[in-house]
């Protein structure tokens, strides 16, 4: 079981030996690394459950039929291996990891070879920190300069509007007193026409 449990890792070994080769365009492939990983994560499991340590936890099994055990474990690591490529074949499709592992090596590969950098640390961190919180402190500040003018041309558009609707309640008191005035004046002179046209009448009895 020794000689058999060596020649596992030997086959593992000579198996995650290779590497994934780059693309024709120079750039690197990260879906075949990403497939290259599994692949290597996959022998090291097996290589952890070797049949070695399979048949030692079977032993009785082992030494009475070691041709089944070693079926039963070529079968076991088949569908463990299976099942395992499956479920990162469901989570690959379900997060489109192969579409954005595709953008990333466009993006390196309309990178180029530049290396310049934006940034670089100066050795301060101060000012490090500084050059870092001013620009986005100032663009606070003139966002909330902007927010605060609207805000008050706002407040004086219905400032503006409250006035105009207290005139207009103004003017409408004013216009119902001029009413109401007007009622009791005509009431007033309609009272003194019945009553000049009652007094005649009154004398004559």
């Given at each position: 079981m020794?000689?058999?449990?060596?020649?596992?890792?030997?086959?593992?070994?000579?198996?995650?030996?290779?590497?994934?080769?780059?693309?024709?365009?120079?750039a690197p492939q990260r879906m075949l690394i990403f497939d290259t990983l599994v692949d290597r994560f996959l022998e090291g499991l097996v290589e952890a459950g070797s049949y070695s340590r399979f048949a030692r936890c079977y032993r009785r099994i082992y030494k009475l039929q070691p041709e089944i055990t070693r079926s039963i474990y070529d079968?076991?690591?088949?569908?463990?291996?299976?099942?395992?490529?499956?479920?990162?074949?469901?989570?690959?499709?379900?997060?489109?990891?192969?579409?954005?592992?595709?953008?990333?090596?466009?993006?390196?590969?309309?990178?180029?070879?530049?290396?310049?950098?934006?940034?670089?640390?100066?050795?301060?961190?101060?000012?490090?920190?500084?050059?870092?919180?001013?620009?986005?402190l100032l663009q606070q500040r003139e966002y909330l300069r902007k927010i605060l003018k609207e805000q008050i041309e706002e407040n004086?558009?219905?400032?503006?509007?409250?006035?105009?609707?207290?005139?207009?309640?103004?003017?409408?008191?004013k216009e119902i007193e001029r009413r109401q005035q007007a009622w009791q004046e005509l009431s007033k002179v309609q009272r003194e026409m019945i009553l000049s046209i009652q007094t005649p009448n009154d004398s004559e009895l």
């Amino acid at each position: 079981m020794e000689v058999e449990e060596r020649n596992d890792v030997v086959e593992g070994a000579s198996g995650s030996s290779q590497e994934p080769g780059p693309s024709a365009a120079g750039a690197p492939q990260r879906m075949l690394i990403f497939d290259t990983l599994v692949d290597r994560f996959l022998e090291g499991l097996v290589e952890a459950g070797s049949y070695s340590r399979f048949a030692r936890c079977y032993r009785r099994i082992y030494k009475l039929q070691p041709e089944i055990t070693r079926s039963i474990y070529d079968q076991f690591v088949a569908q463990l291996q299976k099942s395992i490529k499956d479920e990162i074949q469901e989570l690959k499709e379900e997060g489109n990891l192969e579409a954005l592992l595709d953008s990333l090596d466009n993006l390196e590969t309309e990178a180029g070879g530049r290396t310049d950098l934006e940034w670089r640390p100066s050795g301060v961190p101060e000012e490090d920190l500084r050059s870092h919180l001013v620009p986005y402190l100032l663009q606070q500040r003139e966002y909330l300069r902007k927010i605060l003018k609207e805000q008050i041309e706002e407040n004086a558009k219905l400032s503006q509007s409250v006035l105009a609707g207290r005139k207009r309640i103004e003017q409408m008191q004013k216009e119902i007193e001029r009413r109401q005035q007007a009622w009791q004046e005509l009431s007033k002179v309609q009272r003194e026409m019945i009553l000049s046209i009652q007094t005649p009448n009154d004398s004559e009895l």
